[in-house]
């Protein structure tokens, strides 16, 4: 069965810094998607990012990259120049091949001024 | 255009009665999925719709729990006899065409649903 872990339930980061969530997974197929959703206290998920497994080069979005080792099955995401705004739950979530979605548990991500 | 629409916003009932929430999709999504996020957890399957297909509702806890969409449109996910361990946020999301991965599911901003 595929799963999704995130080992970090809360990360601090100074603002302006850089910070790195980790994401790993259990998966059997080769081709797939990885997504970093960003839900702040507005409770919207919001899409930050998303990987295909198939595409070796990690995806970028302005301050928010992805570092994805296939092999490891590891999809950290990784936020430059952290602003107050990026606070928020992080989840790192799974599809293969379906609509069902696995999500991790989350990431609490503080920003300190 | 418009994001996924969610209402209530927040809702508080008592144990036993019904609730009915409601998700007004993007506008020409297809797709429509229900989640269930229990305080401090992360996003637990309920339902999916998927245009004129049986909708797959192998998500739902338990048969107090039901879902309806008509067409491509709104749907509403119907909880009847609430009990306590109900009290959730229930997160309504949509996408273009099935959602599989490479057709994102958009959020709405939930519903927190308190029972006391």
């Known amino acids: 069965a595929q799963t999704v872990t995130q080992s970090q339930p809360e990360m601090s980061v100074q603002e302006a810094e850089t910070v790195t969530l980790s994401c790993t997974y259990d998966t059997s197929e080769s081709d797939y998607y990885l997504f970093w959703y960003k839900q702040p206290p507005s409770r919207q998920m919001i899409l930050v990012i998303r990987?295909?497994?198939?595409?070796?080069q990690n995806a970028t979005e302005n301050r928010f990259s992805v570092n994805f080792q296939k092999a490891a099955k590891s999809f950290s995401l990784k936020i430059s120049d952290s602003q107050l705004g990026d606070a928020a739950m992080y989840f790192c979530a799974y599809a293969a091949g379906t609509y069902k979605y696995i999500f991790g548990t989350g990431t609490r991500l503080k920003v300190l001024a | 255009g418009a994001g996924v629409s969610q209402s209530p916003s927040n809702k508080v009932t008592e144990k036993g009665k019904d609730v009915e929430l409601r998700c007004d999709p993007i506008s020409g999504h297809t797709a429509l999925y229900w989640y269930r996020q229990r305080l401090g957890q992360g996003l637990e399957f309920l339902i999916y719709f998927q245009g004129n297909s049986a909708p797959d509702k192998s998500g739902l806890p338990s048969d107090r729990f039901s879902a309806e969409r008509t067409g491509e449109s709104v749907s509403t996910l119907t909880i009847q006899r609430t009990q306590q361990e109900d009290s959730a946020v229930y997160l309504c999301?949509?996408?273009?065409?099935?959602?599989?991965?490479?057709?994102?599911?958009?959020f709405g901003d939930g519903t927190r649903l308190s029972i006391l």
């Open positions: 999301a949509s996408s273009l065409g099935g959602g599989q991965g490479n057709q994102p599911q958009h």
């Open positions: 990987q295909e497994a198939y595409k070796q």
